[in-house]
């Protein structure tokens, strides 16, 4: 028998710390492809940072007014801190859309990645980023291991 802890949902404000984008393939009337790197500061039941390489694929608007742009992205961020009283890091696998100014995200914790005090952390999270500080839902548990009967 496999016994696992109930899943616990974490509330949370993440607030960016820097945003670097850099457009690496954009010919004309095609969809632009960028990488983006960028940090966040958590604060709330997770107290830590994280560190994000976005690749995206902006399919409308303009480049010259942000805030028109459109696009699907792909992710991984690496978050280090404390929840739960306990400290570590993890990677979570990111996806969504950017459209009207607002990205909207969804994710998973790789399985395996968490260190420290994570080891075994697996859920998901899922937020809507309109501006430099959003909100984050976070629904994790961690696995114990087997639980041989």
């Not at 710390?17 to 969809?31: F, I, M, N, T, V």
């Not at 983006?36 to 976005?54: I, K």
Request: no cysteine.
């Amino acid at each position: 028998m496999i016994k696992s802890q109930p899943r616990k949902t974490a509330n949370i404000t993440a607030t960016a710390k820097s945003w670097e984008e850099a457009r690496y393939d954009a010919p004309d009337r095609q969809a632009a492809l960028a990488q983006a790197d960028f940090a966040l500061t958590y604060s709330g039941d997770l107290v830590g940072e994280s560190s994000t390489r976005m690749l995206i694929a902006y399919t409308e608007g303009d480049p010259a007014e942000p805030a028109s742009l459109v696009g699907e992205y792909v992710g991984l961020e690496r978050v280090t801190g404390t929840l739960d009283g306990r400290t570590g890091s993890f990677v979570v696998e990111l996806r969504g859309r950017h459209e009207d100014s607002v990205a909207k995200t969804t994710g998973q914790i790789v399985p395996g990645s968490g260190r420290g005090e994570f080891g075994g952390r697996r859920g998901g999270v899922e937020y809507a980023a309109g501006d430099v500080s959003f909100d984050v839902a976070r629904s994790d548990a961690f696995d114990p291991g087997p639980e041989v009967h």
